[in-house]
């Protein structure tokens, strides 16, 4: 599938792109896809496995589907893989330093955004897009101005400003089009509070063709599946 | 009533607050810190006391002492920091007192892995802490039930004047699903009128303690303790069966190999295959006649037990089943899970067994 024109432009101005957000928001669903998309259209795509926090559900454990897809992993070694620790794989400096590279940075929740902290003059330098990833129906999301405040938090810990707002508002495999459509407002809203511009949405494969909105639909291809899907 | 979307540790905390838990304390571990985590904010936010504690040691005895005092108390950890927490839950048994003990089991033994594990059934089962002691013990294999067993395990503790454990594969806690927070009507319960809050006018100091050195009277305590267990052994009894009637196999299993457990059996019914899965809800006490009823059925070729472990459960499905069917076990092990096509070969496998 070749990029489609809105999100031709969008992933053409920049090289690295961060994906932030509250826990669960769906940031490894949206980190791997939006990296597929980048190889998908020729680049030489890696994924950063930034996750200091999450035990469970982490990119790095998807490295075969990546490959797969022409992308290059980068994550901790495999002594501190499979561990419960804040290991930041020091690959990363590859993926700022190498212009001929192209990059999602799959960040940790909530507090796990600190991990941004060291990179950020690098990242800031680099025009990097900070992309921030909201799912209404997870905690601390019900309303704009919750979601607004968990927002300012999570960028300061990353000590890099949000460029722009992606909605992936889903219940897993119980969204609907109704799911989706009920959150058009409460988008608009916390985009015109935060003054951050909604890049684009996230759907899941399977209801992308049905839906029309305003801004571009990445359709995601579910990869973090619970064992026995 | 809208939908919302929680990761289990999360729920189960939540849970905990909307029961009136007021009390918490812990110590981190992987995968259950988002329970700590989630109640040092929520905690002091609904009045309630947040400790992290100096060890899981020092936790299970902070929920004695706010038990003691007639408040809704819980700790969680994962395997090994229950293992330390085992002396403690003794003690709370002695005492009768009330608590909520969550347990996301990771793959043991000793530190082992932090992925998910069901290898602590024994210990849960069979033998919680040192003495005679029984623990209600309650196994969710989604969100929405654990949410709903939480709220249950507050009451059946303070009813029964003893500690229940949530036991759960680390899985369940990492995992996210949607739920919906339903109200709950209050249980009827009995009066705390032994807690230790001082004479209040009734002229006895309320004394809770597990210590009786009299041995005569404490063989009469135990044998009051094993008069409550047995009234928990026939009115506690829960469990699941889906398509388990006429059903040529009936896979058992909890928790996460439940769910997978289910979609084995649901991808073998279209290969017209009829599989039955019995899921335990409460692992103590356990369901031994409503599945010995359906291992029963002439239907029945095989009563297969799925586990995280090398095998325990599948002790009491051999208690239940009492030699009347093959009672095979498969089992994957040290944070590895079982996967639906490995749990349809072991059923392939049985028929084939079976018709040779």
Redo the contacts between chains.
């Keep these: 599938m070749s990029l489609n024109n809105a999100f031709t432009g969008l992933l053409s101005h920049q090289r690295v792109f961060v994906i932030l957000g509250p826990?669960?928001s769906g940031k490894t669903e949206i980190a791997i896809n939006l990296a597929g998309m980048l190889a998908r259209d020729g680049r030489r795509a890696a994924l950063a496995d930034l996750d200091i926090v999450?035990?469970?559900?982490r990119s790095r454990e998807k490295e075969d589907i990546l490959k797969a897809a022409g992308i290059r992993l980068i994550a901790p070694d495999k002594a501190t893989w499979?561990?419960?620790l804040p290991a930041v794989p020091p690959e990363i400096l590859t993926l700022i330093q190498d212009d001929s590279l192209t990059g999602v940075l799959d960040v940790g929740g909530d507090k796990g955004s600190v991990v941004l902290a060291a990179f950020s003059e690098a990242l800031l330098a680099l025009d990097s897009a900070v992309w921030y990833v909201i799912?209404q129906?997870?905690?601390g999301a019900q309303s704009p101005r919750e979601a607004l405040g968990l927002l300012r938090e999570i960028e300061a810990r990353a000590r890099l400003p949000v460029t722009g707002l992606i909605n992936n508002t889903?219940?897993?495999g119980?969204t609907t089009l109704k799911t989706i459509m009920a959150v058009a407002e409460y988008t608009w809203e916390l985009s015109a509070r935060s003054g951050l511009p909604l890049v684009f949405n996230g759907i899941q494969e399977s209801l992308a063709p049905d839906l029309t909105l305003p801004e571009p639909i990445l359709p995601l291809a579910l990869v973090m599946k619970?064992?026995?899907? | 009533m809208q939908k919302e979307l929680w990761k289990g540790n999360e729920a189960i905390a939540e849970a905990a607050v909307r029961a009136g838990c007021r009390a918490y304390f812990g110590y981190p571990i992987t995968p259950q810190n988002e329970i700590p985590e989630y109640m040092s904010v929520r905690m002091p936010e609904a009045g309630g006391v947040f400790v992290q504690a100096e060890s899981e040691i020092a936790a299970i005895n902070m929920v004695y002492g706010a038990a003691a005092a007639g408040v809704r108390a819980m700790t969680s950890s994962s395997s090994p920091g229950i293992s330390l927490k085992q002396e403690g839950i003794s003690y709370l048994i002695g005492a009768e007192l009330p608590a909520v003990i969550v347990n996301m089991m990771r793959g043991g033994p000793g530190l082992g892995t932090i992925q998910a594990g069901q290898a602590d059934y024994f210990q849960a089962t069979r033998s919680p802490g040192h003495g005679d002691g029984r623990m209600i013990v309650l196994a969710p294999s989604g969100i929405q039930e654990a949410a709903d067993l939480v709220a249950e395990a507050f009451d059946l503790a303070d009813i029964y004047r003893n500690p229940v454990m949530i036991l759960a594969d680390g899985m369940i806690g990492q995992m996210m699903e949607p739920i919906v927070w339903h109200e709950r009507k209050p249980a009827e319960l009995p009066p705390k009128d032994w807690a230790a809050l001082g004479r209040e006018g009734d002229g006895r100091t309320h004394f809770v303690t597990s210590l009786r050195l009299q041995s005569a009277e404490n063989e009469v305590f135990n044998q009051q303790l094993m008069g409550k267990y047995q009234q928990i052994a026939r009115d506690e009894v829960r469990w699941e069966a889906i398509d388990c009637q006429d059903a040529q196999i009936i896979i058992v299993a909890y928790g996460t190999t439940a769910r997978i457990c289910q979609s084995a059996a649901r991808k073998l019914k279209q290969e017209g295959i009829r599989v039955g899965v019995f899921r335990p809800i409460g692992l103590w006490p356990y369901p031994y006649e409503a599945l010995r009823k359906l291992a029963e059925q002439d239907t029945v070729r095989s009563v297969l037990t799925v586990e995280m472990s090398l095998g325990q459960m599948v002790e009491d499905v051999r208690l239940a089943v009492c030699g009347v069917k093959p009672t095979p076990f498969y089992g994957r092990t040290g944070g590895m899970i079982p996967e639906t096509e490995q749990v349809a070969d072991q059923v392939h496998q049985i028929l084939r067994e079976v018709k040779a």
Excluded: K, M, Q, T
Excluded at chain 1, 54 to 57: G, L, R
């Design positions: 826990y669960g999450n035990p469970y559900f499979a561990a419960d799912n129906s997870r905690l889903h219940l897993l119980e619970r064992p026995w899907e």
